[in-house]
């Protein structure tokens, strides 16, 4: 398990728009993406900032939704034996469908997407029995959802949330 910083976008959660952040903040997020478990008192010595400044500077950028912290862990070490990525063909509004699906417990990131599907839906089983009920009694229930597409994933090779800040 390691500590990774995800930005909103990347986590599924809809949040207002931020101010743009400064060179400082950057810094820090950049920091934090290299080691989720750094501690302050090192990120402040690296950009410049007090222990102090360096958590009051990462509150207000978890609490504005620019950042999480979280420990990203592998799912079949917990006892998920199978992941998948659905994609989903709907009709009407996208939003009503995005917002359904992220609901869903087993579902723990959604997209609205261009192309050959309309969203894509990435969910983590206990069994290919579970993947099946959250297909048939979960998602194809959603009013709006057309058809699904599993893409059932035999092997991660990577998985990285380190791409620093613009």
Known sequence: ?????????????????????????KAIIAELQEDGRRSYAAIGKAVGLSEAAVRQRVQRLTDS????????????????????????????ELEPI????????EVDYVVITAGTFDLLAEVVCESDEHLLQIISSGIRRIPGVLSTEALVYLRLRKQTYSWGVR
Do not use: H, N, W, Y
């Open 1 to 25: 398990m390691r500590g990774v910083v995800r930005t909103c976008e990347d986590s599924g959660v809809t949040k207002p728009k931020a101010a743009p952040l400064d060179d400082v903040s």
């Open 65 to 92: 939704g620019v950042m999480q912290v979280v420990a990203v862990t592998d799912p079949l070490e917990l006892g998920f034996a199978r992941q998948a990525m659905i994609g989903i063909k709907a009709t009407g």
């Open 98 to 105: 995005a917002d359904a699906l992220a609901e869903l417990d």
